[in-house]
Structure formats: structure tokens, C-alpha cells
């Protein structure tokens, strides 16, 4: 039960800080900090939960603790992986949209 707690908290707390973080204006740079760091933290735990689910090519019976299991590590991976990739959009959005802070103080002269 313990790896079912970890995994839903894993999943829940990345996906709290991908709100918090998106929910943020663009100027923060806090929030941009926080979202280049959640990045490769998230891809990497969910690469990692990826790689322990079981090949799910027997039938799914909720009865079954291993399947049980393997259905929770798929639900937290797909949990971080969303969380990851709209951390990934912020950034593009930074990226393409944001005019450089020397520009801009360039032009505010």
C-alpha cells in the first residue's frame, strides 16, 4: 500500500506545482526558475516509473495486485508526464514571446 501512496504523491505534488507555476505571470522569475527545474525532474521520474511498468499483456483484473500496481505506476507516469510537457510549453511560450531583458531596456530608453 506504501507504493501506492508514494506514487499518488508523486503524481498529485507534480501536478500542484505545475499548476502553481503555469497559474504565475510570464515576468516571475521565480516561477520561470521553478518550471526550468520541475523540467528534467518530472521527465526523469516518470521516465523511471516508465520503466518499471510490467508489459500489460494480461488481462486487467482489478483483483490483481501486480495489475493493480501497474495501472497506478501508469496513472502517476501519465500524471508527470503531462506536468512535464506543459512545464515544457511555459517555456516555449517564454522563449518565443518574452523580448529579451536587454532589448527591452533598450528600448525603454
Do not use: H, K
Amino acid at each position: 500500500m506504501s507504493q501506492l501512496l508514494f506514487l499518488g504523491s508523486a503524481g498529485l505534488i507534480g501536478i500542484v506545482l505545475t499548476m502553481v507555476v503555469a497559474a504565475a505571470p510570464a515576468s516571475s522569475r521565480a516561477a520561470n526558475a521553478v518550471t526550468a527545474v520541475l523540467v528534467p525532474g518530472l521527465a526523469y521520474v516518470a521516465w523511471r516509473l516508465g520503466e518499471c511498468i510490467a508489459p500489460l499483456a494480461a488481462t486487467i483484473d482489478p483483483r490483481d495486485p501486480v495489475e493493480a500496481f501497474d495501472l497506478w505506476l501508469v496513472g502517476a507516469t501519465s500524471l508527470l508526464t503531462v506536468a512535464a510537457l506543459s512545464c515544457v510549453v511555459r517555456l516555449l511560450i517564454l522563449a518565443l514571446w518574452c523580448e529579451p531583458a536587454a532589448q527591452s531596456a533598450r528600448l525603454a530608453r
